[in-house]
């Protein structure tokens, strides 16, 4: 696996890492990457050009969300929630400290 030329955000970089390590460690095939991916490229590039930068990205986003979703490992409620969850502590974090998740 290659990694692309560029990232344009660091979130990028660690969307591409986190993919490959997850199916590195057989929660998915590239192969069903590849495939899934695909699609969705396919089907968000239907309404509107895609450019190749942040509209690439969210669609990497959208597809690992949804094999992860299907698989178990992360269910889209479960997923939702953590992100709100990390939302509130970010947003009630000091400048400088350390995000905390409660509990």
């Known amino acids: 696996m290659t990694p692309p030329s560029r990232f344009d955000e660091p979130?990028?970089?660690?969307?591409f890492a986190l993919t490959v390590a997850m199916s590195e460690a057989g929660h998915f095939t590239w192969a069903r990457w590849a495939e899934a991916f695909g699609a969705t490229l396919?089907?968000?590039?239907t309404d509107?050009?895609?450019?190749?930068?942040?509209d690439y990205y969210a669609a990497w986003l959208t597809t690992?969300?949804?094999l992860l979703d299907r698989s178990g490992?992360?269910?889209v409620d479960e997923a939702a929630a953590t992100k709100a969850a990390w939302e509130r502590?970010?947003?009630a974090t000091p400048h400088g400290q350390p995000v905390q998740l409660p509990g």
């Not at 396919?42 to 590039?45: I, L, N, P, Q, V």
């Open 42 to 45: 396919k089907a968000m590039g």
């Open 89 to 91: 502590a970010y947003l």
């Open 48 to 54: 509107r050009l895609l450019d190749g930068g942040a």
């Open 73 to 75: 490992h992360a269910p």
């Open 64 to 66: 690992l969300e949804g």
């Open 11 to 15: 979130w990028q970089a660690q969307l």
